[in-house]
């Protein structure tokens, strides 16, 4: 009875859970085979679904490609600034909101703005904030003409000057979600332990280094992660900036080349696409695996 009573249990699991199998079967898991062996059919065509070889060749042609090697340089690099600087500034805000007691709630929503704003919108007056043009300088560079500097073009100007923007930009949109998560997190915190701490004088560097850092590590960890998927798939931060001809502009990224390569000025070659696509699936999987890893081995600490 009670064999039969289990194994009734079990098939009723199964049933809840399965139209969440079907749909990440037929919209997650299946795609993800398909673009597989797309990337593997050479000179693939989507109208006559034929294809002249199977080989390497479509790996080889993305990885020699100047624009999908500049799109990587350019992920890289919005991944390696903002990840690590968007995660530090919501700690210190978060850490700050959670010592106020007047006005938290206020300061809360205030911060979270960004995040329910468009992200075109937001992308529109950042431009216009940093875009010089024939009748105005923009605002930034009013300022650094200001304090005496001259005027730059942010916009379609210099490399350093885009992708100074586009990290400003990125760490602007991403941060109001990273402080909701450690706000939450910082409650979330026994304050006996706090008392504990303060009835033995420890100061305050050192409560919040072996009290709550170590309390709230498992959120920062995964901030890190989920930050690390987010910047390699940027593009719609990128469009708002600098328009859809991200090639000529230098700013293109991996998720951006992908796009063009399927729709773009240079599209209808799918083949290509599905090999960036993978390429960028193997990037993501790899850093997300070394940051499990290490935050594995951190929690075992």
Do not use: E
């Given at each position: 009875m009670?064999?039969?009573?289990?194994?009734?249990?079990?098939?009723?699991g199964w049933l809840y859970l399965l139209p969440a199998i079907l749909f990440l079967g037929a919209f997650l898991v299946y795609p993800l085979i398909d673009v597989f062996i797309y990337s593997f059919e050479e000179g693939y065509n989507f109208?006559?679904?034929t294809y002249y070889g199977v080989g390497l060749y479509n790996y080889s042609y993305v990885l020699h490609d100047p624009y999908f090697l500049?799109?990587?340089?350019n992920t890289f690099i919005l991944v390696i600034i903002t990840v690590p600087l968007s995660t530090g500034l919501a700690l210190l805000i978060s850490v700050a909101l959670h010592s106020i007691t007047r006005f938290r709630n206020l300061l809360q929503t205030i911060y979270f703005l960004p995040y329910v704003t468009n992200t075109l919108a937001v992308g529109l007056v950042f431009m216009i904030l940093f875009k010089k043009t024939a009748y105005s300088d923009g605002m930034i560079n009013l300022l650094i003409n200001f304090f005496g500097g001259s005027s730059i073009d942010f916009i379609d100007g210099p490399y350093w000057a885009k992708m100074l923007v586009l990290c400003i930009y990125t760490i602007w949109v991403v941060m109001?979600?990273?402080?909701l998560i450690l706000t939450g997190a910082l409650a979330s915190v026994n304050e006996d332990y706090y008392k504990a701490a303060r009835v033995d004088g420890t100061s305050k560097f050192r409560i919040f280094r072996k009290i709550t850092l170590p309390m709230i590590s498992p959120m920062i960890f995964y901030l890190v992660i989920t930050g690390f998927i987010g910047a390699f798939k940027a593009y719609?931060?990128?469009v708002a900036l600098f328009g859809t001809d991200l090639n000529a502009a230098e700013m293109n990224t991996i998720v951006g080349y992908v796009y063009d390569m399927l729709y773009g000025d240079s599209g209808g070659y799918p083949s290509y696409a599905s090999a960036a696509a993978i390429i960028l699936f193997v990037i993501i999987l790899t850093i997300t695996c070394i940051n499990l890893l290490v935050s594995g081995r951190r929690a075992q600490r």
């Open positions: 009670n064999m039969a009573k289990g194994r009734f249990d079990n098939l009723k109208t006559s679904q500049q799109a990587v340089k109001p979600f990273k402080i719609s931060d990128v």
